[in-house]
């Protein structure tokens, strides 16, 4: 079935933009509710009530939560893309949204809030597995970065619209009529549009083939030859035979679908994604803390500079993401990006006098423009249709169980070091050094 040819109406444009615009309002929709909680994380009522004033540990560690658990989500949902369908799972993650957002609305403690925080990261996993799956089915493998980008966009949407919408919200409600807005938001949103617009495959036309990466014939890396008895743990340009490692050749499949966990491609891969997620979540959890509280910039001026420098993500984003269908060795620039950022951050932490507002700006438009498109893409190169799913699930998992560290070890950073956070940026700075050595370690591999 994978490698059947594409009809040709599958690439129409017309088909594909409910499909689209149904993945993009799943990850908008996702992205507000995540990012909601940390400009609600500077609301002197809703941390005193719970008491979290001064706990910047106890902070961290519930964003961390909300992490570690759609680290979960993605393995889950990975796996149940693949075997029940993304429509499935797109209308369960949906509707687990809505409950976790009503449950951190009648909080009154930590635990409840913890059980919501616990919900909303689980069903959020549903995210990358099914937008990739989808990705996949629907689009020709020279289309699919285009594609991927369109819906992508909503990751640099959500974070700006998400700050100055939940802002605005917290000037009008208190915090807890905020997480019921994200409730009534998400029922409104995604469950009719899965029900109207999402359909597990193009009606009428067979799964598109999955690309075949090109590297020279014979080498062992991917795109070369066949994959012989106990050949190379790397995706060859044919058959892989017995012995081989199940990964994926140019003809079938290997056998097994977590034989991805067994290559040493896989586990790279998972290392150079993770500078992304860590970058993200790192962003998410504490920027709105660090520009707010510890550089007192005023609400209305976050609220803007946040909206602006996302912005400048999604431009960045589009435009990129044409160029990106056209690399077949990707991993450099995935390095050459998460090393600029961790630059970028270090200078941002040890240099008081730095223009950070300009250099935060440009580590989310390369983080949010560049490494996303390019982290997320390696399926394009080394998985066939019908196991992206699982793989894209398995990979974003251990990406988002090393991210889900981040917040809270930056908390108690923060907090040991009497609010400020230089050890906190010098942290970010090693983390994403050392996903962009897996990322040049990729690149050596011909990738």
Request: hydrophobic share 50%; aromatic share 10%.
């Amino acid at each position: 079935m994978e490698s059947a040819v594409v009809a040709t109406d599958v690439t129409t444009p017309a088909r594909h933009r409910p499909l689209l615009f149904a993945i993009f309002t799943f990850w908008l929709v996702g992205l507000i509710d995540k990012f909601a909680f940390s400009t609600i994380l500077t609301d002197r009522a809703f941390l005193t009530e719970l008491g979290l004033v001064g706990h910047a540990t106890a902070i961290g560690a519930l964003v961390s939560i909300a992490v570690f658990t759609q680290a979960l989500g993605n393995a889950v949902f990975g796996w149940a893309v693949d075997r029940y369908g993304p429509r499935r799972c797109a209308l369960v993650g949906s509707c687990g949204w809505v409950l976790s957002c009503a449950l951190a609305a009648l909080a009154h403690a930590l635990p409840l809030l913890v059980v919501s925080r616990f919900l909303l990261g689980l069903c959020e996993g549903y995210t990358w597995p099914v937008g990739n799956a989808l990705t996949a089915r629907w689009f020709e493998p020279r289309r699919r970065a285009r594609a991927r980008g369109l819906w992508m966009s909503a990751v640099c949407v959500g974070p700006g619209l998400s700050g100055f919408l939940t802002a605005g919200l917290l000037g009008t409600f208190s915090w807890r009529g905020v997480f019921w807005c994200l409730a009534l938001g998400s029922a409104a949103l995604c469950v009719p549009l899965v029900l109207l617009f999402v359909r597990d495959t193009p009606p009428g036309a067979p799964i598109p083939p999955a690309a075949a990466p090109a590297a020279p014939v014979g080498t062992g890396e991917p795109g070369g030859g066949t994959a012989g008895p106990g050949g190379s743990d790397e995706p060859g340009g044919g058959t892989a035979g017995p012995g081989g490692s199940g990964e994926r050749g140019g003809g079938a499949a290997g056998t097994g679908r977590f034989a991805a966990l067994r290559t040493g491609r896989f586990w790279l891969a998972t290392l150079a994604a993770s500078g992304t997620t860590v970058a993200v979540w790192a962003l998410a959890a504490w920027l709105p803390s660090y520009l707010v509280g510890y550089r007192h910039t005023p609400l209305r001026a976050f609220q803007l500079y946040v909206l602006t420098a996302y912005g400048i993500g999604l431009v960045t984003m589009l435009g990129y993401s044409h160029l990106v269908d056209r690399l077949r060795r990707r991993a450099r620039w995935l390095a050459a990006s998460l090393w600029t950022c961790a630059g970028l951050l270090l200078v941002v932490g040890l240099v008081p006098s730095a223009p950070y507002l300009l250099l935060i700006a440009a580590t989310i438009a390369i983080i949010y423009g560049i490494t996303l498109l390019l982290a997320q893409g390696f399926q394009d190169q080394m998985t066939p249709v019908g196991r992206v799913g699982t793989e894209n699930g398995l990979m974003n998992a251990v990406s988002n169980v090393l991210a889900s560290v981040v917040p809270f070890a930056m908390g108690g950073l923060i907090e040991a070091s009497g609010g400020s956070f230089a050890s906190a940026f010098v942290f970010l700075f090693t983390l994403l050094a050392a996903c962009g050595g897996g990322a040049f370690a990729l690149h050596r591999r011909g990738y």
